[in-house]
């Protein structure tokens, strides 16, 4: 049984940096810089549809503004719009050919349609810009495993974690890599790692919890299971049962 699906960036290369407040509360926004403003703490608060709406009209006063359409790109990606998030990404590059943050996001969007080649390109294009881009060293491993390229994707995981440590996100995913190749143990110190880092970690749990399970120390499978419940996983109870099952014979 292989470890749930890698949890997958959805978005990455958001804003690095405060916009100053250009509008006065109450008071509609005179300028481009103003609606990009209240989009973005529109977006912060969860109100997506208003956001895209001033950064629309952000980029109707500025059509030149690449920062808003890569914004822009991102809610819609978040609300299933993948088309019209490659078009404001194609936009942002068009604007400005060295927007690393823009290829990457187009790379997530052409990944959720399956086009797997030009994602990685995208990935490769941003990470010339941007060499230690941690994120899109992530997102390439991602696309490389989803080609069943393994070995690929563990040297870009690994790029990513020796720029971030700390990126749980590329350690599980490395972990998961690691697992397809049937390199349990170095799956399962991946999976250590990310409940190391964060002990709530429900997706860790389950997969390092698999990684036992094929190394036959169902004990520790059915306890790492145990508590990937506890945090809200999903497990299935045939799975759990036979966990059991098996720890009870060994």
């Known amino acids: 049984m292989k470890p749930a699906k890698m949890k997958r960036i959805l ?3 958001i804003l690095t940096f405060l916009i100053p407040t250009l509008y006065a509360e109450g008071q ?4 481009a810089n ?3 403003h209240r989009g973005y703490v529109h977006e912060q608060e969860g109100r997506l549809d208003e956001a895209i709406a001033d950064y629309s009209k952000a980029i109707e006063m500025k059509p030149d503004y690449a920062e808003v359409y890569n914004s822009r790109a991102l809610l819609y990606m978040k609300k299933d719009r993948v088309e019209d998030a490659i078009a404001d990404c194609n936009k942002a590059v068009e ?3 060295e927007f690393a943050e823009a290829y990457n996001n ?3 969007a052409y990944r959720e349609q399956g086009r797997i080649d030009e994602a990685v390109a995208d990935y490769g294009r941003a990470l010339e810009i941007k060499p230690g881009y941690a994120e899109a060293y992530n997102n390439r491993g991602f696309a490389f495993a989803k080609k069943a390229m393994f070995d690929e994707a563990i040297l870009d995981y690994t790029s990513a974690i020796e720029t ?3 990126f749980t996100l590329a350690l599980n995913n490395r972990g998961t890599a690691y697992y397809e190749k049937e390199m349990y143990d170095e799956a399962i110190a991946d999976y250590s790692r990310v409940i190391e880092i964060n002990p709530k970690h429900a997706e860790a749990y389950n997969n390092r919890a698999v990684a036992y399970y094929q190394q036959k120390e169902f004990e520790k499978a059915l306890m790492d299971m145990e508590k990937a419940q506890s945090l809200g996983f999903k497990a299935k109870p045939e799975f759990i049962k036979a966990l059991g099952r ?3 014979k060994k």
């Open 11 to 13: 978005l990455a290369g």
């Open 28 to 31: 509609e926004p005179s300028d």
């Open 34 to 36: 103003a609606y990009f």
């Open 95 to 97: 604007i400005n050919p």
């Open 106 to 108: 187009r790379g997530i």
């Open 164 to 166: 971030n440590p700390n």
């Open 246 to 248: 098996a720890a009870k």
